[in-house]
């Protein structure tokens, strides 16, 4: 099971952090990563960490602004956005998947944080 939060409201130009909360007791075997749904779109690819090498990737539109980090210890994944754009505005989901790239069928998904980005 995944929980996400700390979406909410935020300026042009502005940062968050969104925080996912894993259940279970293998979760550096997982592979975790961060997706995005804006309204009216499809939900697109953000961020991802592999689990095995601890490798990590991004959507070219957020390379060099978004952040992806995880603490095995705690079971937590995080996603630091910075520089935040208008067109970031989307409802945010946390996947996961067993021992292979995320970004491909996550097995696991969280329910979704919003979070808007004001002009």
């Known amino acids: 099971q995944l929980q996400a939060c700390g979406g909410g409201l935020v300026q042009a130009g502005g940062s968050l952090r969104l925080s996912c909360a894993a259940s279970g007791r293998t979760f550096s075997s997982y592979s975790m990563g961060w997706f995005r749904q804006a309204p009216g779109k499809e939900r697109e690819f953000v961020a991802a960490?592999?689990?095995?090498?601890?490798?990590?990737y991004y959507a070219d539109s957020v390379k060099g602004r978004f952040t992806i980090s995880r603490d095995n210890t705690k079971n937590m994944v995080y996603l630091q956005m910075n520089d935040l754009k208008p067109e970031d505005t989307a409802v945010y989901y946390c996947?996961?998947?067993?021992?292979?790239?995320?970004?491909?069928?996550?097995?696991?998904w969280g329910q979704g944080t919003l979070v808007t980005v004001s002009s």
């Open positions: 960490s592999n689990w095995n090498s601890g490798s990590v």
């Open positions: 996947a996961a998947r067993l021992r292979a790239r995320v970004s491909y069928n996550p097995d696991y």
